[in-house]
Structure formats: structure tokens, C-alpha cells
């Protein structure tokens, strides 16, 4: 089967993603790419080097370790517990997610369906995580699903050493020193969040490491049943190589690959949505050129953040 319209130099990875997430992340091998996190490495609890540091052993140690200990760190039916797991002595964080809400929102009057449906569900970080990873994207930290204490739900390593974006800007802290590369972040961010229908992205959900690379967690409003881009007027560039991932993928393989987490219908509208965002960003390209549109992304300085608490 063919995943992809064609493959480039980076299409053989792409293929390798897509086959094996669409085999559950059974033997996943990750490859870092442009768009990817460059640089940060997985912690354990006491914020020392993971051992082994791929995606596929840290998806397997989440699906297996044992919970140490358990506890309640956000609000509402949403909130998400932080875990302490231990794998052959080593101990690491994880978050948690449980929530399955299923709720028919009602819509002004005048509109021909008053009730839509909508879907808080946990298992939105799986469906995330693989089509981040299938993008190259690579900004979701790896997410499996697994039943603690009788609960289904999804496990999401710890991401150590970070600070939320909203607690920079308290602390007046935010001064990335390439603005450049920062817009170019947000700019990937943009279209992952048109594509996925992402209208819960806040400055508490995404997450600074010391080398000023942005990762996106709390993904389990996504997906929603809407044909809308969200962030359309935001969206104004695009990293080269996932304007060429978004164009290639097949419809069918993005079927296969997101039918284990996501219903029918949200895969059909996340396909609409697909379509309109390769318009609008190939419209850019028509106006402005593709020098002004595509970009590579800068890599990251060498200058490290220097926090304090």
C-alpha cells in the first residue's frame, strides 16, 4: 500500500511512520525532522537523562511500568493526573487522561442542525500524537493508551525542564533571541491546530524548553466535527517540508491511520479541513511566492534560557 503521492528524501521515513503507527506504535522509530523538537532530551523524575531516549522504548516503558503514585493536578471532568512510574528502577513522569465526554452543544437559532455533537475524549492525544509524528511535525510528546485502576485512558511522558508559555509572560520571561524562529514555531503550531480543529490552544498548553523550542500538549478537545479553520487569518507561512507532507499523505492512509481514535465523521471533517488548508496556504503561495511562504526552520542558538522560579 501506498501512503504517500511521492516520496521524496524524506519520504522513506514518512512511510516507515506511517506503517507502523497505523500497526498501533508497536515498533515505531522515530526520526527527528525540521520541524521536530531538535535538541530536548526526556527526563526522569529527578530531571536526569532517560537511558534510552526513542520515542518506541519510552512508548513501551509508559505502557508497562508501574505506577508509583497518583495524583490529581488540574480542574474539572478535563483534569489530568500526574503519574510516577518506575521501569527496571527508573523512575519518570506521565500524565494521565481519563475523560470521555460525549455532548450534543446547541447552536443559535436559524441553523438547520440546533444540536452538534462534540467530543471530549482522552483518546484525542493518541490521534494527535500519531498525526504529529506522520507529519514530521514531531511537537506531541508520545502518548499509548492504558487502563489504570480500571480507567481507560492515555499515558503522556513528563516533559521535564519546561515552562508553560502563560508562566514566561508572568514572569516576564518570554525573550526568545530569535524572533525569527520563534514566529517560525508558530507558524508549524498554526497549522497543526487548523488541521486538527484545535480551538482550546492556550499560552498554559504550550510548553518552552531551555532551547526555545515550543511543544503542544492538551489535545483532547480537538477534532471537532466543523470544516472551519480556526486560525486561517494567522496563518501566513509554512515549513517547507510539512507544506510537502500535507500535500503528499493519502486521504485513505489518513483514514487508517486515525480510525482507531477518532470517529467517522471527525475524520471526515479533519480530511475538509485538510483540503481548505492546502488551498489557503498554496493561495499565499499564488500572491506572494513561495520565497515569502515556505520557510526551513532556523535550528535552534546557542543560547540556552536562564529561568529562574
Not at 73 to 84: E, H
Amino acid at each position: 500500500m501506498r501512503y504517500f503521492e511521492a516520496l521524496s528524501d524524506g519520504g522513506i521515513l514518512l512511510l516507515t511512520a506511517a506503517f507502523v503507527l497505523l500497526c498501533g506504535f508497536a515498533h515505531y522509530v522515530h526520526a527527528e525532522s525540521p520541524t521536530g523538537i531538535d535538541g530536548y532530551v526526556w527526563l526522569d523524575a529527578d530531571e536526569e537523562p532517560l537511558p534510552l531516549q526513542d520515542h518506541e522504548t519510552i512508548q513501551k516503558w509508559m505502557r508497562s511500568a508501574r505506577v508509583i503514585s497518583r495524583e490529581k493536578v488540574g480542574r474539572g471532568v478535563a483534569g489530568v493526573d500526574q503519574l510516577v512510574l518506575e521501569h527496571d528502577s527508573i523512575r519518570f513522569r506521565a500524565a494521565f487522561r481519563s475523560v470521555d465526554v460525549t455532548a450534543r452543544r446547541s447552536e443559535p437559532q436559524g441553523i438547520e442542525n440546533p444540536r452538534k455533537k462534540y467530543r471530549d475524549a482522552a483518546i484525542f492525544e493518541s490521534a494527535a500524537y500519531a498525526l504529529s509524528e506522520l507529519l514530521g511535525i514531531g511537537r506531541v510528546p508520545p502518548v499509548v493508551k492504558r487502563t489504570i485502576d480500571g480507567q481507560h485512558g492515555t499515558v503522556q511522558i513528563w516533559m521535564e525542564g519546561v515552562r508553560p508559555e502563560v508562566v514566561l509572560i508572568q514572569g516576564d520571561q518570554l525573550h526568545p533571541p530569535d524572533t525569527l524562529r520563534w514566529k517560525q514555531q508558530k507558524q508549524i503550531m498554526y497549522v497543526f491546530d487548523n488541521l486538527i480543529a484545535n480551538s482550546d490552544r492556550n499560552q498554559g498548553n504550550l510548553l518552552i524548553d531551555r532551547s526555545w523550542n515550543i511543544s503542544l500538549i492538551d489535545h483532547t478537545r480537538d477534532f471537532k466535527r466543523s470544516s472551519t479553520l480556526i486560525y486561517r487569518d494567522k496563518l501566513t507561512q509554512s515549513e517547507r517540508q510539512l507544506w510537502a507532507s500535507l500535500q503528499r499523505v493519502y486521504e485513505d492512509a489518513l483514514r487508517s491511520l486515525l480510525a482507531p481514535f477518532l470517529e467517522r465523521q471527525e475524520i471526515s471533517k479533519l480530511l475538509t479541513r485538510r483540503r481548505l488548508l492546502i488551498s489557503h496556504i498554496q493561495s499565499l503561495i499564488n500572491k506572494h511566492g513561495e520565497e515569502q511562504v515556505l520557510f526551513d526552520l532556523r535550528p535552534p542558538g546557542g543560547e540556552l534560557a536562564n529561568w529562574t522560579d
